[in-house]
Nanobody, 123 residues
Framework: QLQLVESGGALVQPGGSLKLSCSISGFTSGEDAIGWFRQAPGKGREGVAC????????YYENSAKGRFTISRDNTKRAVNLEIHNQTPEDTDVYYCATGPECRGRTVAGQDYWGRGTQVTVSE
């Protein structure tokens, strides 16, 4: 099995930046694609970014392009999500997940999930 742990969520002011991290442990397989999702209260999870670990190809939600950056840190076995120029609409719980492939911004067939990290953007 894989274990995923998200970190880095915080309360930030509009216009600020955050770096979320998804640390991975366990089997050294099952990480073909890693993605970040967001979920607002009472709503379903939606993918915001996905990275294919074999070649580093990245995909983003349209509204995330230019402000979100997904990257893999192989030295730490982690996948990071940087969010810049944040707005109150970025307030959500952010989750990471692994799967066999990216289908655009979403990891398809998610195998493992973390428990999420809260991001709040407010004055």
């Amino acid at each position: 099995q894989l274990q995923l742990v998200e970190s880095g969520g915080a309360l930030v002011q509009p216009g600020g930046s955050l770096k979320l991290s998804c640390s991975i442990s366990g089997f050294t397989s099952g990480e073909d694609a890693i993605g970040w999702f967001r979920q607002a209260p009472g709503k379903g999870r939606e993918g915001v970014a996905c990275i294919e670990t074999s070649n580093g190809t990245t995909y983003y939600e349209n509204s995330a392009k230019g402000r979100f950056t997904i990257s893999r840190d192989n030295t730490k076995r982690a996948v990071n999500l940087e969010i810049h120029n944040q707005t109150p609409e970025d307030t959500d719980v952010y989750y990471c997940a692994t799967g066999p492939e990216c289908r655009g911004r979403t990891v398809a067939g998610q195998d493992y999930w973390g428990r999420g990290t809260q991001v709040t953007v407010s004055e």
